[in-house]
């Protein structure tokens, strides 16, 4: 196996570094304090100006799309790549884009003004796999550019949405139309004012093969009967200007042609999507707990109590160091997924990505954890980013699965080695 980015790729690691510290940095603390100006007194479901200016700088640099895969995974990856993406070149491998996403994921706003956050990012990618000419034209492009966003309607309130077989809202074929019916919710980035469509997911034909009765719908935000009931907290945190919402779709008219693949597809398009994009997942929640193992650090460093730096109290470096070994350990099991990924495919990887899923969410949760009790009482606070990356490491273990569902899998492949059966 071989972990070693391409020359181009390191040197793209090196610019993205740059500029988060050079331009995002600096502005991040006083981007969070406005945010929360507005939730006091305005309407903080209004990006902000700098998210704009920081979008046009990261693209004017060549810092865009950078999730793009090469030609080699997708017949349309270099085109798109080379229209939209990184300095007109080639996309980047699992491998190649893992140390750019740890970079982005120290940071709540790099992720955005790369144009690389999800559930954008998978949404993009199934369209570059699975869409039609016109599907790309009409979607995949101004999302390439910025120019909107989208959601990924899957999770519904009123099953156990681990189990994607009991998913009961409908998108039934009428003809040259779909219908779409039913619940959904943590719509991700559905509270955005340019979110302007949903990739949905339905019941097309209860009689089918358990993994061929669904059917990913491309669902406009405007269309009749679709209405955003409510947006969601999560624990105390709205993430705007994002947001999770719960969306109703009642009686949603579409043209059969808005289906992505075809009826039945759904179950095949979401391996293709959730591979990489757990990947990316990962990436990030390691440069989460980066960011805070530094401020663990900095701040054990730099406040006493009982005479002694707070780094020499209570075993708070033995668990610095504990930190550093589960953050470097999970990097390279996430390396490894990645690398399986670009040598094989989803189904080579099934085992590691699975793993990546359940280790990367829960070893930031407790680094972030240790962080903030280091930092006190403010640590719980927003005067601080750790209560906020807390809620996103929490969340993650349930986002894209369960990790129950994930021990799951790692466990049919591993006692299947032995002949066990399902």
């Known amino acids: 196996m071989d972990f070693s980015p391409s020359p181009r790729a390191a040197d793209l690691t090196e610019r993205v570094a740059a500029f988060i510290a050079d331009e995002v940095a600096p502005v991040e603390h006083a981007y969070h304090r406005d945010l929360a100006e507005l939730r006091r007194t305005g309407d903080p479901w209004q990006p902000l100006p700098i998210i704009e200016e920081l979008?046009?700088?990261?693209?004017?640099?060549?810092?865009?799309?950078?999730?793009?895969?090469?030609?080699?995974h997708s017949e349309h990856a270099g085109e798109y790549a080379a229209r939209f993406g990184t300095d007109g070149g080639e996309g980047l491998t699992n491998v190649d884009y893992a140390p750019i996403a740890e970079l982005t994921g120290g940071s709540a706003l790099a992720p955005i003004v790369l144009n690389c956050n999800a559930p954008d990012t998978g949404n993009m990618e199934v369209l570059l796999r699975y869409g039609t000419d016109a599907q790309r034209a009409e979607w995949?492009?101004?999302?390439?550019?910025?120019?909107?966003?989208?959601?990924?309607?899957?999770?519904?309130?009123?099953?156990?949405?681990?189990?994607?077989?009991?998913?009961?809202?409908?998108?039934?074929?009428?003809?040259?139309?779909?219908v779409i019916n039913g619940s959904k919710w943590w719509s991700t980035g559905v509270g955005h004012p340019d979110c302007k469509v949903f990739v949905f997911m339905g019941l097309t034909d209860p009689d089918a093969d358990r993994h061929r009765r669904h059917s990913m719908v491309l669902v406009p935000v405007d269309a009749p009967g679709v209405k955003v009931e409510r947006m969601l907290n999560t624990m105390g945190y709205y993430d705007e200007p994002f947001g999770h919402g719960e969306v109703s779709f009642t009686d949603v008219r579409v043209p059969l042609s808005n289906a992505i693949g075809g009826p039945g597809e759904a179950f095949a398009i979401a391996q293709g999507r959730l591979g990489p994009g757990?990947?990316?997942?990962?990436?990030?929640?390691?440069g989460l707990a980066e960011m805070a193992l530094r401020l663990a650090c900095e701040r054990g460093l730099e406040r006493t109590a009982f005479g002694k730096p707070l780094v020499n109290l209570g075993g708070n470096r033995e668990r610095i160091a504990e930190a550093r070994i589960a953050i470097d350990s999970t990097r390279l099991l996430v390396l490894n997924a990645a690398w399986k990924l670009d040598v094989g495919g989803p189904l080579n990887a099934l085992s590691e990505v699975a793993q990546i899923k359940v280790a990367a969410p829960t070893m930031a949760q407790q680094v972030v954890d240790m962080?903030?009790?280091?930092?006190?009482?403010?640590?719980?606070?927003?005067?601080?980013?750790?209560?906020?990356?807390?809620?996103?490491?929490?969340?993650?273990?349930?986002?894209?699965?369960?990790?129950?569902?994930h021990r799951g899998v790692i466990a049919r492949l591993e006692l299947g080695k032995y002949g066990a059966s399902r």
């Open 371 to 405: 962080a903030m009790q280091l930092h006190g009482g403010g640590g719980l606070s927003d005067d601080h980013p750790l209560a906020g990356a807390w809620t996103n490491a929490r969340a993650l273990r349930l986002a894209d699965g369960p990790d129950e569902v």
């Open 55 to 72: 979008k046009a700088k990261a693209r004017s640099l060549g810092l865009w799309n950078l999730f793009l895969p090469p030609s080699t």
């Open 140 to 178: 995949l492009e101004p999302l390439l550019e910025g120019r909107i966003r989208s959601a990924f309607a899957m999770t519904e309130p009123d099953v156990a949405s681990s189990d994607a077989t009991n998913m009961a809202a409908t998108a039934v074929v009428d003809g040259d139309e779909m």
């Open 278 to 286: 757990r990947v990316h997942h990962c990436m990030r929640l390691i």
